[in-house]
T-cell receptor
Framework: KAGVTQTPRYLIKTRGQQVTLSCSPI?????VSWYQQTPGQGLQFLFE???????NKGNFPGRFSGRQFSNSRSEMNVSTLELGDSALYLC????????????FGPGTRLLVL | AQSVTQLGSHVSVSEGALVLLRCNYS??????LFWYVQYPNQGLQLLLK??????LVKGINGFEAEFKKSETSFHLTKPSAHMSDAAEYFC???????????FGKGTKLSVKP
């Protein structure tokens, strides 16, 4: 089975721009979660989508948003980028039926200049 | 509220020596506990997890961890370090009945020849 894939792998943007990241879960998985990883704050949960609905949300400003499509692929969007948004963004997938193991993709490294 | 504390941001061992990475958690509900490993420029790979049952959990690459409820600990060990074990290790707990992970700050393991 193919693993979780994320595109693009690397991205450079400037302050004020917006960005969209994509995540394709493992086949059959209906839940996708997003995490932000920075040297200062570590790994922090952004949000989770299950069956096209946001099911759980972390403590991030409204500039961070996401969506999920009927094929379970998910996108996250960050508007009005700030320097502090530079991070590795990881997505993880599960079947969505409980506290299961989350399988992570390789991440998208975003650099905001 | 759930939280995870990893003691030691950097641990250095010699090849062939015992690896011990410490993790303490707090949780208001019976925890599900995980150890993930991250190699440079990669996502997170599951090493092992504890849900219920046997408190000594064996994972991949010779790692194991013991859940000690009385000490609220879930330390990761490996009897003999290999150069390929050099990576960053994250302990995590799931948040209540929800699936999102709360991570510790990570421990970077170096292995000296």
């Amino acid at each position: 089975k193919a693993g979780v894939t994320q595109t693009p792998r690397y991205l450079i943007k400037t302050r004020g721009q917006q960005v969209t990241l994509s995540c394709s879960p493992i086949s059959g998985h209906r839940s996708v979660s997003w995490y932000q990883q920075t040297p200062g704050q570590g790994l922090q949960f952004l949000f989770e989508y299950f069956s096209e609905t946001q099911r759980n949300k972390g403590n991030f400003p409204g500039r961070f948003s996401g969506r999920q499509f009927s094929n379970s692929r998910s996108e996250m969007n960050v508007s009005t980028l700030e320097l502090g948004d530079s991070a590795l963004y990881l997505c993880a997938s599960t079947t969505g039926t409980g506290r299961e193991t989350q399988y992570f993709g390789p991440g998208t490294r975003l650099l905001v200049l | 509220a759930q939280s995870v504390t990893q003691l030691g941001s950097h641990v250095s061992v010699s090849e062939g020596a015992l690896v011990l990475l410490r993790c303490n958690y707090s949780s208001s509900v019976p925890p599900y506990l995980f150890w993930y490993v991250q190699y440079p420029n990669q996502g997170l790979q599951l090493l092992l997890k504890y849900t219920t049952g046997a408190t000594l959990v064996k994972g991949i690459n010779g790692f194991e961890a013991e859940f000690k409820k009385s000490e609220t600990s879930f330390h990761l060990t490996k009897p003999s370090a290999h150069m390929s074990d050099a990576a960053e290790y994250f302990c995590a707990v799931t948040r209540g009945s929800q699936g999102n992970l709360i991570f510790g700050k990570g421990t970077k393991l170096s292995v000296k020849p």
